[in-house]
């Protein structure tokens, strides 16, 4: 069984930069082909894409969000970390990551986290 | 970037019924590279379509999914009580990717 799990922080103040983890399990992020992406959710309102890493290293980022956005991975604890700089208030959403298993073609989101809510607030 | 709009906004409908569902996008996805996303209250999506008319692993027969280049329709062919929900559709097809604004199905 797949599971993803985001953790980091609930609450972050503005200019702060933050870390978010995907811990994957029953898969390996090294997997050809396999990709983990996040996605984000402010409350009542649409899907947000912002970066995916494939598992050769090689990464995308959402062009609006680009210089804000890092995405790594780490093989040895099958996670993916995401860090956005200079967090604003309405960088606050629900924070999602998802896999892209091997045997979808394309980009789509197969398993995902059950989300984590971040709030930016002074 | 490709837009996605989605259409109706909001669809009232009753158990039993047939639900079809819109994304138009600003331009041709290339590939069919078209998926659909059920989210339930307090949920996570779930994958329902991709590749515009494959059923992800798991998803009844009841949900099917058509279109090419700009125009792609999810049809429920007959809801149950747990089709109520908010889906959206995504284009994975051209970078970067891009979620719809989501059509919200409710009860009658």
């Known amino acids: 069984q797949i599971t993803l799990k985001e953790s980091g922080p609930t609450l972050v103040k503005p200019t702060q930069t933050l870390t978010l983890t995907c811990t994957v399990s029953?898969?390996?992020?090294?997997?050809?082909?396999?990709?983990v992406g996040w996605i984000r959710q402010p409350p009542g309102k649409a899907l947000e894409w912002l970066a995916l890493i494939y598992w050769d290293d090689d990464n995308r980022y959402s062009p609006s969000l680009e210089s804000r956005l890092t995405i790594t991975k780490d093989t040895s604890k099958n996670q993916v970390v995401l860090g956005m700089t200079n967090m604003d208030p309405v960088d606050t959403a629900t924070y999602y990551c998802?896999?892209?298993?091997?045997?979808?073609?394309?980009?789509?989101?197969?398993?995902w986290g059950q989300g984590t809510l971040v709030t930016v607030s002074s | 970037e490709i837009v996605l709009t989605q259409s109706p906004g909001t669809l009232s409908l009753s158990p039993g019924e047939r639900a079809t569902l819109s994304c138009r996008a600003s331009?041709?996805?290339?590939?069919?590279?078209l998926a659909w996303y059920q989210q339930k209250p307090g949920q996570a999506p779930r994958l329902l379509i991709y590749?515009?008319?494959s059923r992800a692993t798991g998803i009844p027969e009841r949900f099917s999914g058509s279109g090419s280049g700009t125009d792609f329709t999810l049809t429920i062919s007959r809801l149950e009580p747990e089709d109520f929900a908010v889906y959206y559709c995504?284009?994975?097809?051209?970078?970067?990717?891009?979620f719809g604004q989501g059509t919200k199905v409710e009860i009658k």
């Open positions: 995504q284009q994975y097809g051209n970078s970067p990717q891009t």
């Open positions: 590749g515009a008319s």
């Open positions: 998802a896999l892209r298993p091997s045997g979808y073609p394309g980009d789509c989101w197969a398993n």
């Open positions: 029953g898969f390996s992020v090294s997997t050809s082909g396999v990709g």
């Open positions: 331009q041709s996805v290339s590939i069919r590279y």
